[in-house]
Nanobody
């Protein structure tokens, strides 16, 4: 079984940067593709980014393309989301997720509890 724990959330000003991190327990971490989702109050959960097991392939949702970068370190069992030039519309709870790279976003096997990112306008 895999447990995912996010960290790095907080309040940041528009235009600033923030880096989120997710730690996944267990030896199976390197066999799992990873993803980030977010959910703002009153809105549907939204796909943010994903990365394949080795980091060879990545995907991004349209609202974050060119601003966010996903990476992973399998030696440390971590996946990060570098958020640059944040905007008020980035305000949401960000969730780390694990599963099959080509099954995101329709199917997710494991979820973290989330970390809140707030960008005031």
């Amino acid at each position: 079984q895999v447990q995912l724990v996010e960290s790095g959330g907080g309040m940041v000003q528009a235009g600033d940067s923030l880096r989120l991190s997710c730690y996944g327990s267990g030896r199976t971490f390197r066999t799992l593709a990873m993803a980030w989702f977010r959910q703002a109050p009153g809105k549907e959960r939204e796909f943010v980014s994903s990365i394949s097991t080795t980091g060879y392939s990545t995907k991004y949702g349209d609202p974050v393309k060119g601003r966010f970068t996903v990476s992973r370190d399998n030696a440390k069992n971590t996946v990060d989301l570098q958020m640059n030039n944040v905007k008020p519309e980035d305000t949401a709870v960000y969730y780390c997720a694990a599963g099959n790279y080509n099954s995101f976003p329709k199917e997710v096997n494991y979820w973290g509890k989330g970390t809140l990112v707030t960008v005031p306008s």
